[in-house]
């Protein structure tokens, strides 16, 4: 197994240089360009496009794309987002009709939705959420989902309404190691996203998360992280690198080589999840398809 450091070394400023099993293709193609009309004519955001995806060009050349409702401005400033941050201004009560006919229109076998943190809304944004589901189920009900929901802090009403609608998987990422979370995602705490994920479990839902490498974790730190999952009911976990978005963000401290994405794979297996999509450009939605029946 290759060490958990950066194979090529360090660049010019004494930083991890990006490795070449992190290049990917630019999206091109008939399938991309069609999504791309599509997202475009609804006025839609997507997650592929604000949190700069590099998966985007395979997903969306699939006919795939990940959703993002309630605006493109979020309430939070983790250190690790490309979301823009502030007050958002936008609510708007027709957008789950355009996310529903924009997906029955793309002939979608399965869709994921997400959402930025709005927590100036008293429910969360959960109203908007349950429509949106039960649209989408409305006029495509052969099509699986899956939710990619906020910290709802604690508003454990909001959190029903939001998984109630019909969706077969729940997602809610943990995002790092309990050590870094002062850090990462400095508005959101290790235990009450642990938490969030057990009551989704105790509804009934599938429930998945994803985590981030290359932050500094230790090995010991991701293994407690599997644990702390495996007892709250997780089914589900998502492994990949992080890249930084833009200067402004926080640093990647290491790549992680692809040998060591395999191990973390088999380890959490065998701590009791039930499915680890581990490797360096892993997102919360890559694959989600698979994700549906396991």
Same mark, same amino acid.
């Given at each position: ?62 006919? +795939?794309? !990940?959703?993002?409702? /309630?605006g493109?401005?979020? =309430? #939070?400033?983790?250190?690790?987002? &490309? ?94 190691v ?7 995602r ?18 009934g839902?599938? +429930?998945? !998360?994803?985590?981030? /490498?290359?932050?500094?974790? =230790? #090995?010991?730190?991701?293994?407690? &992280? ?11 976990l ?46 919360s ?10």
């Open positions: 197994m290759q060490p958990n450091a950066a194979a090529d070394g360090l660049n010019a400023l004494g930083k991890p240089r990006k490795p070449n099993w992190l290049r990917v293709k630019l999206p091109v193609g008939k399938e991309y360009a069609k999504v791309r009309n599509i997202v475009d004519e609804y006025k839609l955001h997507t997650i592929c496009e604000s949190g700069n995806c590099p998966n985007m060009g395979e997903c969306w050349g699939a006919g +795939t794309a !990940t959703f993002m409702i /309630l493109n401005v979020c =309430t #939070r400033s983790c250190s690790f987002c &490309a979301v823009a941050t502030g007050r958002p201004n936008e609510y708007d009560t027709d957008e789950p009709r355009r996310v529903a006919e924009a997906i029955q229109l793309m002939g979608v076998k399965h869709a994921v939705i997400t959402s930025v943190n709005r927590d100036e809304l008293k429910d969360r944004g959960a109203a908007i959420w349950h429509d949106t589901v039960r649209l989408v189920k409305e006029l495509s009900p052969a099509t699986t989902i899956e939710t990619l929901i906020p910290d709802v802090k604690a508003n454990w009403d909001a959190l029903i309404t939001m998984i109630s609608p019909g969706q077969e998987v729940v997602s809610h990422n943990m995002e790092t309990k050590e870094l979370y002062r850090r990462v400095p508005q959101a705490k290790y235990e009450r996203s642990l938490e969030q994920t057990r009551r989704t479990k105790e509804y839902k599938r +429930t998945k !998360t994803g985590i981030m /490498l290359g932050l500094g974790e =230790t #090995r010991e730190q991701v293994y407690q &992280a599997m644990d702390d999952l495996a007892a709250n009911g997780c089914d589900i998502t492994l990949g690198q992080y890249l930084q978005p833009t200067k402004l963000h926080i640093e990647v401290a290491e790549f992680i080589h692809p040998d060591l994405f395999d191990h973390y794979r088999e380890e959490g297996l065998k701590r009791g999840l039930k499915y680890v999509e581990s490797g360096p450009l892993v997102r939605s890559y694959h989600a398809e698979r994700h549906v029946h396991v």
